[in-house]
């Protein structure tokens, strides 16, 4: 009997397609000297030294990859101030209005799972992205 690796299962492929996603929206975020501004507090940091954080916490598989909510923010605001809520959700309000956040905190509660194929191709396309936006895999 073939062991299944551990590469291969929905856990590890998910935090894989992470993985890219963040690259991807960094590296898309970023201007020509490599510099992302955090959506939060407005820091200018090189791409490499911003996360890609969520306007609804959580990390539930409904928004997990659901970039409408997915943005530049330095570490400080993203981990060591929660996320910065407040200011997330006025960025998002103004940017792309009110209805854009009711609907990611609706859909935060949605259970949604992957298949393995459907991961697969989205760190297929992530790739892609990146590639595109200058960066290396």
Known sequence: ?????????????????WKFLSKAIRLE??????QCKCVT??????????????LVSGRTNG??????????????CNVC???MGAEYTLFIIENYGQGLVDELIQ???????????ELKEMIEGYKVRIKEAGGTL
């Not at 997990?64 to 400080?76: H, M, N, T, V």
Request: glycine letters at 8%; hydrophobic letters at 30%; proline letters at 3%.
């Open 1 to 17: 009997m073939k062991r299944k690796s551990k590469r291969d299962s929905i856990s590890s492929l998910k935090k894989k397609a």
């Open 29 to 34: 975020a970023a201007d020509k000297n490599g």
């Open 41 to 54: 507090c407005g820091k200018q940091k090189p791409w490499k030294e911003i996360q890609a954080g969520h």
């Open 63 to 76: 928004v997990l990859f659901d970039e409408r909510g997915i943005f530049p923010q330095c570490y400080a």
């Open 81 to 83: 101030r929660q996320g």
């Open 107 to 117: 859909k935060r509660r949605e259970a949604v799972s992957f298949t393995k194929e």
